[in-house]
């Protein structure tokens, strides 16, 4: 048990490291943003309205294609290969 607690106290160590790189990345990333933040929250606002309806668009497609009928074995299901289940004890 010795090896899993030195694992453990080496993972939780990494924590401190990670939010002070983010912290800082942050920061950094607002000091020298080319633009103003209210320009950098409209075009966040607008890449994630195009990419909702990019979305929506593919789960619309997707819902009226028809489905494909020469599906090949490996798109089958276990049920329809033929081979009968185990039942398991």
């Known amino acids: 048990m010795e090896i ?3 694992r453990g106290r080496e993972r939780r160590s990494l924590w401190p490291a990670f939010l002070a790189g983010t912290a800082a990345g942050v920061v950094l990333g607002m000091l020298y943003a080319p ?3 209210e320009e950098n929250r409209r075009d966040l ?3 994630l309205r195009e990419k909702r309806e990019q979305t929506r ?3 619309s497609r997707r819902r009226h294609e028809p489905a494909e009928s020469g599906a090949g ?4 299901s ?5 081979k ?3 039942a398991s004890r």
């Open 57 to 59: 668009d593919a789960f």
């Open 84 to 86: 009968e289940a185990v």
């Open 4 to 6: 899993e607690e030195i």
């Open 35 to 37: 633009s103003t933040g």
């Open 78 to 82: 276990y049920r329809d290969s033929g």
């Open 73 to 76: 074995p490996e798109r089958r």
């Open 45 to 47: 606002a607008d890449w």
